[in-house]
Every structure is written in structure tokens, then in C-alpha cells.
């Protein structure tokens, strides 16, 4: 996955791309102008985070309430953590992660 994530754009990534992060259940998460969190991949959204956001996941998507939380904020640019395995690479504007879905229980 890391190899992945330094080889791409995450702001800007081709139907290629993203249907190598579907084929391998691979999510990109990143922060869009100063109110957006993205997610491209095997969950495809976008969440309104404009005073940051706390985010639930399962092996289906975003879900209302789990264990599994990416937590955003932005402060001059998006600070993004997440409280399960993934790897993450620093963009100028946006904290970028990218996790697999086949590691959440």
C-alpha cells in the first residue's frame, strides 16, 4: 500500500488508480479545500467536515458508530489520524492515509 500512495497523486488519481484501490478493497482518505474529507476506492464519499470530523468505518463503509475512526481537522491544512493500521504520506495541503478495508474487523 505504501508503494501505492508514493506512486500516485491522491488529488488527482486516474480510473486506473482507483480501480487498483477497488480490485485490492484499498481506501485513500484525504482532505478537499478547507470542508471536505474524500474517500476514494472501495469507499467512495465525501463527508462535510468543516469544524473537523470524526469519522466511523467497517469492512462495509462509514457507518455511524464503530471502533474504527479516522479523525480530521483542519489548521491551515488537514491533519488526518486514524486509530487502525494504515500508512500515510504528507501533501502540502492534506495528510493523506490509506488503509485496507480487509483489515478492519
Known sequence: M??????VEPFNLTKEQKETLRKNNWVIVYGASD?????EGAIEDEID???????????NGIV?????KIDAEYIDRW????SFKHE????????VIIFSLDDIE
Do not use: C, M, Q, R
Not at 505504501?2 to 506512486?7: E, G, I, T, V
Open 2 to 7: 505504501k508503494k501505492f500512495l508514493n506512486s
Open 88 to 95: 500515510k504520506s504528507a501533501e502540502l495541503t492534506s495528510d
Open 35 to 39: 470542508d471536505l474529507i474524500e474517500f
Open 79 to 82: 491533519e488526518i489520524k486514524a
Open 64 to 68: 455511524e458508530d464503530s471502533k474504527f
Open 49 to 59: 467536515a468543516w469544524d473537523g470530523a470524526s469519522i466511523s468505518i467497517d469492512k
